[in-house]
């Protein structure tokens, strides 16, 4: 069945890179999204990606998607303390639902 | 602010009771989703609405049932409720409920089984 593989954490210094990476399992998907959910909040959409593209720039996010291997990474540039969050990676199946990995918790420290 | 609202935000109650959780899409969405968040479970999607008719179904437990009505919001009715239903469970609204839709959440409802 679907899958979608997130690493649980990832702790970057501010004004680094931080790098989310992902992988799934429907070579199906037509749609990849990234949504971030902060402590308390629902689910913020952050960016999509469609299947047939390789990189999507948005401002400070990045979305690289490999198709062959079946992944997906977000990169936010100059990470910033409000950018600690939990990112999840999700992709669309056939029945248009979204399939979401476990979240990777961001921490940004000084 | 996605435009989703849900209601309420917060609810407590006891196992084996009954509850309601109420979402109204954004203005002009048809297509209502329903996804549950538990520390064990993850995000697992329920069940989703098009324009009042059932369209896609998830890991929907018999004990759960929704709707959608004329007006396009949904609930989410909770029966003969477990500890283990404590979670968050998340409305998303999209415009027609296709593939190329995008789909916006609601802040949730926290739901909590003693």
């Known amino acids: 069945g679907e899958d979608v593989e997130q690493s649980l954490f990832l702790s970057v210094r501010e004004g680094d890179s931080s790098v989310i990476n992902c992988t799934y399992t429907?070579?199906?998907?037509?749609?990849l999204y990234w949504y971030k959910q902060e402590p308390g909040a629902g689910l913020q959409l952050l960016t999509y990606i469609f299947s047939n593209m390789d990189m999507k720039q948005d401002q400070r996010l990045t979305v690289l998607l490999n198709k062959k291997d079946k992944h997906l990474s977000l990169r936010i540039a100059d990470t910033q303390t409000g950018d600690s969050a939990i990112y999840f990676c999700a992709e669309k199946d056939g029945y248009n639902k979204l399939i979401f990995g476990a979240g990777t918790r961001l921490a940004v420290h000084p | 602010d996605s435009g989703v609202t849900q209601t309420p935000k917060h609810l407590i109650t006891a196992t084996g009771q009954r509850v309601t959780l109420r979402c109204s899409p954004r203005?002009?969405?048809?297509?209502v989703y329903w996804y549950q968040q538990s520390l064990d479970q993850g995000l697992q999607f329920l069940i989703q609405y098009y324009n009042g008719e059932e369209r896609a179904k998830g890991n929907i437990l018999e004990r759960f049932s929704a709707q959608q009505f004329p007006d396009l919001h949904s609930e989410l009715n909770l029966s003969s409720l477990e500890l283990g239903d404590s979670a968050l469970y998340f409305c998303?609204?999209?415009?027609?409920?296709?593939?190329?839709?995008?789909?916006?959440f609601g802040p949730g409802t926290r739901l909590t089984v003693l």
């Open positions: 429907d070579s199906s998907s037509t749609y």
């Open positions: 203005s002009g969405d048809l297509s």
């Open positions: 998303a609204s999209s415009s027609r409920g296709g593939v190329a839709d995008t789909q916006y």
